[in-house]
């Protein structure tokens, strides 16, 4: 689940999961849903491996979805699925599947330069539940 937060310039998202990995999986789906409108019936069919280390749980989300988002720009795939193997506060093994961009297929609803550190937060709140606050630069 996630919610959009209006920043001066800017667009963030609030993004909440049960686990370290729904977090993830849910802070992606909001990125590529800000980025890209998909029909729904499309079969992502082009897997990216991908692993990465940080010095701590918030530097890990924002190269996670700075890995997607260089996925997207370097090689036009527009991303789906995504698919963690494993993560720990300071790792993450997993992959990301999706199709190659085709405007007859996806329409590009906003252009993400970057996934930024201004005002991120991670966190496990009450409860266990995973919480995290991203911005982005537009």
Do not use: C
Request: proline letters at 4%; glycine letters at 6%; zero cysteines.
């Amino acid at each position: 689940m996630y919610q959009i937060i209006d920043h001066t310039a800017d667009i963030g998202i609030k993004v909440e999961g049960s686990s370290l990995e729904e977090l993830f999986v849910f802070s992606a789906e909001a990125t590529f849903d800000l980025m890209v409108e998909s029909k729904k019936k499309l079969i992502p069919s082009i897997e990216v491996p991908v692993r990465i280390e940080a010095p701590s749980v918030d530097v890990l989300l924002v190269r996670w979805l700075q890995e997607l988002l260089f996925v997207f720009e370097r090689r036009r795939l527009v991303l789906m699925r995504f698919f963690i193997d494993s993560v720990s506060e300071k790792a993450l093994s997993g992959a990301a599947k999706g199709l190659p961009f085709d405007p007859t297929r996806h329409r590009q609803k906003m252009a993400i330069k970057a996934v930024t550190y201004h005002n991120l937060e991670v966190q496990r709140g009450e409860g266990g539940l995973w919480q995290a606050r991203i911005i982005f630069d537009i």
